[in-house]
């Protein structure tokens, strides 16, 4: 039956296509995180970790760049579940679970030129390193 199927839409000149990934149509596409990842730091605009701004931050929660992965947005719902991290949302808001803290800010651009964004932040830190360090 499929033999007659393919050989009749091959007369018609139709070209007929094999997907390469069909797991990406199906949504079973989830994104494995490394067991050394500590911090998920999800942006609009992927950001270059060596950013001043970025390396004090993370150097602020004694986290090297091999801790971080680096994620858009459209990339969290690929995610598990539940994460066994801390996350770094820079401009938008999720609900997705995480076990470590939850940082939220402005976009970078914002964040970067905000004085008070900056000290919300440093809050933010402040608080997460006193509650663990306890």
């Not at 050394?36 to 993370?58: C, F, W």
């Not at 994460?83 to 770094?88: D, E, H, K, L, T």
């Not at 949302?89 to 803290?101: K, P, Q, T, V, Y």
Request: charged content about 15%.
């Amino acid at each position: 039956m499929n033999s007659r199927r393919y050989w009749i839409i091959q007369q018609t000149g139709i070209t007929q296509y094999q997907l390469r990934f069909p797991c990406l149509l199906k949504n079973n596409n989830t994104i494995y995180l490394i067991p050394s990842a500590q911090l998920i730091l999800v942006t609009e605009h992927i950001l270059i970790l060596e950013e001043p701004l970025v390396k004090d931050v993370l150097q602020a929660l004694n986290f090297q760049n091999k801790d971080v992965i680096v994620l858009l947005p459209n990339q969290l719902v690929m995610l598990p579940v539940k994460v066994n991290c801390c996350a770094w949302l820079l401009g938008f808001e999720s609900d997705h679970c995480f076990n470590g803290i939850k940082f939220t800010t402005a976009s970078f651009n914002v964040f970067s030129n905000s004085s008070k964004q900056k000290r919300d932040l440093w809050k933010q830190i402040c608080n997460y390193l006193n509650n663990n360090l306890k």
